[in-house]
């Protein structure tokens, strides 16, 4: 009999589950696990992991008797461009400063959009921001986010 | 009549005039971010929160209530003017209100979600002050062991009202149990999950989680289907209900705030299945179930009360014994945590002004939204007009920058992107992130109390069951969680968000 998997959302949760709980067990097996009236570090995440796991195959069962709705398209690329404008902005902040680092996310975050365009409107909304975040957050809010960030400083104190 | 001098010195405390002013900078905030199409409260709230940080503790609170009051009202706007409800409480509210806004009625129907909002406001504020300090009493009481079992109920219910499979619901409380014990373990000091990052030890912050998986997660799904949105009326006139609307919505908002007062104090997310139970009862209700859909005046007077009152007596578990019992809870706890308060029954005896205060706030607040939000409409419609591509990026940088305020680490910044794409990953497979939230917060008390509870009895886990109170909570459960696995509830169960 050739099994075959009729919900491919139920099966993907229960990849994830079962793939938390694994892990949750394995590494918890470290930890101590003492005994229910001392429990150690192990006993609560390793009983979680192991309820996790259990959910997994109930999940898994279910993808196999029951049809589902496929899992639909990935947005690929508004997933790629907002995940990356988000690490730029953790990469650039220091080095590079606040409002460097929050152009750079503005734009790339923005190129996600299908109706992303370079226009005077969108820059003087970018500007704005920008100015706007700097002011409020670092100035007034002292925010300890630097302006002018650790690469760029020697550009400026001469 | 200590209720009413209590609230009196509540109403001092909160008519300071640093706290109104504060109150109101919370409100006109939170409504400004929550109309933007696709924010709900939790997103609002976790973007707003480091605006808080510098501020007394319950300056902080008063504004932070302001905002979740601000955005839910917002959403509603949203919700009634372009038909995309931010937030699952208000997806009963664009049925009828987005259907009165095609006909010509959008004035009518925001009055009306304004009137019927301030009434159940008022009135769950007035029970509020006369529940929170019975229900501290007993809370007093509780040793470790009802703890637990009150925590287990807590997860339980917000599996039932959890949209969707149970069993993806169960799923996710645990996966939020397993997120809330990264971090050190308090009583053996052994780092747990930390994959040896000292920026772990301390735990995943819950404004990275929160803002994460709400915040970007939806984001990504929302650019999905940019579709164009078709914003109704540029100009909203005939904000007065007329007295035939009054004679119709009087009822409706009395039934919708009892529900929704009794709907928020269980634990699990109330305001959502109170604007759902009222819009079904209000439907069963009519004498012309056939106009529901089609700008039934009722379905927004209803609904709207219901989950405004929902949202303010959900502030009872989380006040008085440091229970959050929804995700807004949640961060309200975390909030007060970094004001240095750990919620609780003892907050209301030794920090009466902070209790009273924020109590008496709420009520404020919600004059001021009906005071503000009339007149100041024009503003909103504008908001909502921003395009969506001007937006988000907007959004993200928020995010950004305020997860990176909140420890002041870039790391945090990196896990707020990991959590969006786990978030995503959440929305594709159709699973509901909220029970998560709960759980997470949730997950390290809970291990607490159960050690305690088992240290006390030295392993033995009979006295869950043997202490009457904890044997309660736990029955309570118990019964909740057969119910929804009977076949006929079950079913009643997902007609209840299919109505939606």
């Not at chain 1, 075959?4 to 918890?28: H, N, P, Q, T």
């Not at chain 1, 080095?95 to 226009?119: D, I, N, R």
């Not at chain 2, 007596?313 to 007060?336: K, R």
Request: proline content about 6%; charged content about 10%; overall charge neutral.
């Amino acid at each position: 009999m050739a099994l075959r998997i009729r919900s491919k959302r139920e099966f993907g949760s229960a990849l994830l589950y079962g793939a938390l709980g694994m892990a949750g067990f394995v590494i918890a097996g470290d930890y101590g696990f003492g005994t229910a009236g001392r429990m150690g570090p192990g006993y609560f995440p390793r009983v979680i992991s192991g309820l996790l796991i259990l959910v997994a195959l109930a999940s898994l069962l279910r993808s196999l008797q029951r049809d589902g709705d496929p899992i639909g398209p990935v947005n690929w690329k508004a997933l790629l461009l907002v995940t990356a404008s988000v690490c730029l902005f953790g990469l650039l902040l220091i080095g590079a400063g606040l409002p460097l680092a929050l152009t750079v996310l503005l734009l790339v975050s923005a190129s996600a959009s299908e109706h992303f365009a370079m226009s005077t409107r969108s820059l003087a909304a970018l500007v704005a921001l920008v100015a706007v975040c700097t002011l409020v957050f670092a100035e007034g809010l002292g925010v300890p986010m630097p302006l002018v960030g650790s690469w760029l400083s020697p550009l400026f104190a001469s | 009549m200590d209720m009413l001098s209590n609230l009196w010195m509540g109403l001092t405390v909160a008519s300071s005039i640093t706290n109104l002013g504060y109150c109101l900078l919370g409100v006109f905030l939170g409504t400004a971010i929550g109309v933007l199409p696709g924010l709900g409260p939790v997103a609002t709230i976790a973007m707003l929160l480091p605006l808080t940080f510098g501020l007394p503790p319950e300056t902080a609170l008063i504004m932070l209530a302001g905002i979740y009051y601000g955005a839910q009202y917002g959403g509603s706007t949203t919700a009634i003017l372009v038909n995309l409800p931010g937030e699952p409480s208000s997806v009963v509210t664009a049925l009828d209100g987005h259907q009165m806004a095609r006909q010509g009625h959008a004035g009518r129907a925001l009055s009306t979600a304004a009137i019927g909002s301030f009434i159940a406001g008022t009135i769950s504020t007035l029970l509020i002050a006369l529940f929170a300090p019975a229900l501290a009493v007993v809370a007093l009481q509780f040793g470790p062991a009802e703890y637990f079992a009150l925590m287990v109920l807590g997860l339980i219910a917000s599996i039932v009202m959890a949209s969707g499979s149970l069993l993806q619901a169960f799923g996710m409380i645990l996966t939020g149990l397993l997120l809330g014990m990264v971090g050190t373990d308090v009583n053996s000091a052994v780092p747990r999950f930390t994959f040896d990052l000292p920026m772990l030890s301390d735990g995943i912050n819950f404004v990275v989680l929160a803002m994460g998986i709400f915040g970007l997660g939806e984001i990504v799904a929302n650019l999905e289907s940019e579709g164009e949105r078709t914003l109704l009326t540029r100009k909203v006139t005939n904000l007065m209900p007329t007295r035939e609307d009054w004679r119709r919505i009087i009822g409706p908002i009395a039934r919708g705030t009892a529900l929704g007062s009794v709907l928020g104090i269980l634990p699990g997310g109330g305001a959502a299945l109170a604007s759902f139970g009222s819009y079904s009862l209000e439907k069963r209700l009519s004498k012309e179930p056939e106009c529901f859909g089609k700008g039934a005046i009722e379905g927004v007077a209803g609904p709207e009360s219901a989950n405004n009152a929902g949202a303010q007596t959900s502030f009872i578990p989380m006040l008085t014994l440091g229970l959050p019992s929804n995700s807004v809870m949640a961060l309200m706890i975390g909030a007060m945590l970094i004001q240095g308060i750990q919620p609780g029954p003892s907050v209301m005896t030794e920090q009466p002004t902070l209790f009273w205060g924020l109590i008496a706030s709420m009520w404020i607040g919600n004059l001021m939204l009906l005071v503000l939000n009339l007149p100041l409409i024009g503003l909103w419609v504008r908001m909502i007009a921003i395009p969506y591509h001007f937006l988000f990026p907007t959004i993200i940088a928020l995010c950004a920058i305020g997860v990176f305020s909140v420890n002041n680490s870039v790391f945090d910044v990196y896990a707020m992107a990991l959590f969006g794409v786990v978030g995503y990953l959440f929305r594709k497979l159709e699973v509901e992130p909220a029970p998560m939230l709960l759980a997470f917060i949730l997950g390290p008390m809970m291990e607490e109390f159960l050690r305690r509870t088992l240290l006390f009895s030295k392993g033995d886990p009979s006295v869950l069951l043997t202490r009457p109170l904890s044997a309660g909570l736990l029955s309570i459960a118990a019964i909740m969680l057969l119910l929804v696995v009977l076949p006929s509830v079950r079913k009643k169960r997902e007609q209840a968000f299919q109505e939606g």
